[in-house]
């Protein structure tokens, strides 16, 4: 549900005929604390910056207990709170199927609303895990095994020690697999 305040201008005013209302700015957030503006008179020629509260009421997300960095969020960890968005911290995640799958990037005590900083995409390889590289193109495919020298999640960049000493750059395609790219 959505609420609008808007707060009387401290200025006395002419009345305005044919109000027209639209947000200012480019990137202000369309909740909180926000200015409007409202264009007066039969040609909009005249324009008033008013404050306004934009109240916003729905569902957010918050651990249900206790996460330890590392663990691996499934829908039973969480649980969805009602309250005003306005007042949430800027990077909160609304959407639960975002979330779970997910790793917590550090420890979340029980009742943390949950910040998109705090996941991170389960590692599929592992630092010195054998990785099999793939490269091909059209008509060939090549495969050839290898050493993981960071950790990487799917779509994740990793860099790839081969039985030579090379060293290559790959994309994480699946659990010990990368794809060297050209």
């Given at each position: 549900?959505?609420?609008?305040?808007?707060?009387?201008?401290?200025?006395h005013?002419?009345?305005?005929?044919?109000?027209?209302v639209?947000?200012?700015?480019?990137?202000q957030?369309?909740?909180?604390?926000?200015?409007?503006?409202?264009?007066?008179?039969?040609?909009?020629?005249?324009?008033?910056?008013?404050?306004a509260r934009?109240?916003?009421?729905?569902?957010?997300?918050?651990?249900?207990?206790?996460?330890?960095?590392?663990?691996?969020?499934?829908?039973?960890?969480?649980?969805?709170?009602?309250?005003d968005?306005?007042?949430?911290?800027?990077?909160?995640?609304?959407?639960?199927?975002?979330?779970?799958g997910?790793?917590?990037?550090?420890?979340?005590?029980?009742g943390?609303?949950?910040?998109?900083?705090?996941?991170?995409?389960?590692a599929?390889?592992?630092?010195?895990?054998?990785?099999?590289l793939?490269?091909?193109?059209?008509?060939?495919?090549?495969?050839?095994?290898?050493?993981?020298?960071?950790?990487?999640?799917?779509?994740?960049?990793?860099?790839?020690?081969?039985?030579?000493?090379?060293?290559?750059?790959?994309?994480?395609?699946?659990?010990?697999?990368a794809?060297?790219?050209?």
């Amino acid at each position: 549900s959505v609420a609008v305040e808007v707060r009387a201008p401290s200025a006395h005013l002419p009345p305005c005929v044919a109000p027209q209302v639209f947000m200012p700015g480019r990137g202000q957030k369309p909740w909180g604390r926000v200015s409007v503006g409202v264009r007066c008179g039969e040609q909009q020629r005249r324009v008033r910056y008013m404050q306004a509260r934009v109240t916003v009421t729905g569902r957010y997300w918050v651990s249900a207990g206790e996460l330890p960095a590392g663990t691996p969020i499934r829908a039973g960890m969480l649980r969805a709170e009602q309250g005003d968005l306005s007042r949430l911290p800027a990077n909160a995640v609304l959407e639960r199927d975002r979330i779970v799958g997910q790793e917590a990037a550090r420890p979340l005590p029980a009742g943390t609303v949950i910040q998109s900083h705090q996941l991170r995409k389960p590692a599929l390889v592992e630092r010195r895990q054998a990785v099999t590289l793939v490269a091909g193109g059209e008509g060939f495919r090549i495969s050839r095994e290898g050493h993981a020298l960071d950790d990487g999640a799917l779509g994740g960049r990793v860099r790839v020690r081969l039985s030579n000493r090379e060293v290559v750059t790959a994309q994480v395609t699946g659990p010990g697999r990368a794809r060297v790219m050209f």
